[in-house]
DNA sequence: TCATGATACTCAAGAATCTGACTATTCATA
DNA sequence: TATGAATAGTCAGATTCTTGAGTATCATGA
């Protein structure tokens, strides 16, 4: 029960459909929460059922019709006790570090394709979410809005990201460049 | 199938038992993989039914018997592969992000308490991690180590534990001096 | 005009993960 | 000398997550 608290968090600054919450897991909250669409119809289907999310319909005459879902009272006290609870440590599971930590005993062409890979990746999304800053903070210096600004927890947490992705991007960098001399070394070895 | 390569790739460099395993998924490797003993407990099992690993029973007198586990050959052309897979984006679930995120709306003193904390899991962890890459490049500096040692994976996944740990103590620091400085205006402002 | 791709969802099945309890022995410590 | 922590696991059940396939409409571009 935590995907729940990810949703109603999501859900605070703007009503959204299912559709729409699952690009915004993809881009903005994916920084700290990752989840599939399938996860998150069914997710918000159950937190209306609890009457912690409230949907209503929306006809469109272009698009098919969506449903459009905003917090409750009741989401909102769920998550002031989630917030006062105890928090779990965050949870990582890395692909590519597992093949890093193998990398001594496994060819090292694909994985230094895959750091360079993630390493762009990383690149795009600080770009991203340097954009999604200067939006949020809409004209005013970062100081000010920090002080003064009345919803500043989405940016917190884009800060978040980009610290999170710039060391990803560093450390990405970093490695491919360890492994390329060490395989160029091996070879000149031979 | 992606706990099996955590796992193999956490017995490249010791025979470890499924107790010494839990641990070190608690401690180092827990950097990129997070996985609690039972489920360790079962993957080991399936990957001796499946010729990846091989175990052996130590009998120890002052304590409880153990049976420790080893790659085998057939494991390490099942990491081959899997190194030249294409990778899954890393994956990240993060409680007190969400908190974060929500920390206009609700009571900000819980969440600045738990920024505090994981702040001090940080620093102890970033301790750690120095510890352990002195310990892994014995004597010699990074560069030397990096260029000429035989097994630099576990040092390059340290690496990445380390700018991780140092990106997350620096954002809670500064996010609970934020949030900090804004509920103290607001008792002011009543 | 035909094929993509985007919008907007749904359903089922299976794999993976988590919760919680249990067994048993030894070591340190109060 | 009891008490709790550490070693070394096992088991069942519930929940969550992932995989994969479908439905239907509209807009865009080749």
Redesign the pocket.
Known sequence: ???RHAVLAALLDEEL????LA?SFDLGVANFW??????L?AELARLEADGLVAGREVV?E??????LFKVTDEGLAELERFAASSAKPS?LRDDLAVKVQSSDLVDTGPVIAQLRERADFARAKIELFEKLLVKLRGGRVEEEFLREGERVGPYLTCLGGLVFERGYLQWCERIAGILETRSGEKERGR
């Open positions: 029960m935590a995907l459909s299912g559709y729409q690009k990752h989840a599939l669409p399938q996860q119809y469109q272009t698009r098919p019709n969506k449903r949870m």
